[in-house]
């Protein structure tokens, strides 16, 4: 059972990326799937979450409009598109699954389950 965040790399302000999380040992469609992030001496910061069941996908104020949630249940893969990249985007972007409740969906603790994380940078 694990998940697996893949496609950060070194990206222009302004530009694009798209990040992937790959599950195994477990439906896609039975949880939660959230992106975190967290920037060097930074704490860790919630990024979005697409709750299971069709409850809806949800945007830190720092991302909203410009980062995309979605999800592949027959894949069982999960994508965050990212544009319009900024500078303070840069970080460690990890991947979780859980079942929050709609008022914690923001919280760490509430997943169960992390990926390894892969970096973003966004420099020129």
């Known amino acids: 059972v694990q998940l697996q965040a893949s496609g950060g790399g070194l990206v222009q302000p302004g530009g694009a990326l798209r990040l992937s999380c790959s599950v195994s040992?477990?439906?896609?469609?039975?949880?939660?799937i959230a992106w975190f992030r967290q920037a060097p001496g930074k704490e860790r910061e919630w990024v979005s979450t697409s709750r299971h069941g069709g409850q809806g996908t949800y945007y830190a104020d720092s991302v909203k409009g410009r980062f995309t949630l979605s999800r592949d249940n027959a894949k069982n893969t999960a994508y965050l598109q990212m544009s319009s990249l900024k500078p303070e985007d840069t970080a460690i972007y990890y991947c979780?699954?859980?079942?929050?409740?709609?008022?914690?969906?923001?919280?760490?603790?509430?997943?169960?389950?992390w990926g390894q994380g892969t970096l973003v940078t966004v420099s020129s």
């Open positions: 040992g477990f439906s896609l469609r039975d949880y939660a």
């Open positions: 979780a699954r859980g079942r929050p409740i709609l008022s914690a969906i923001a919280n760490g603790g509430t997943y169960t389950l």
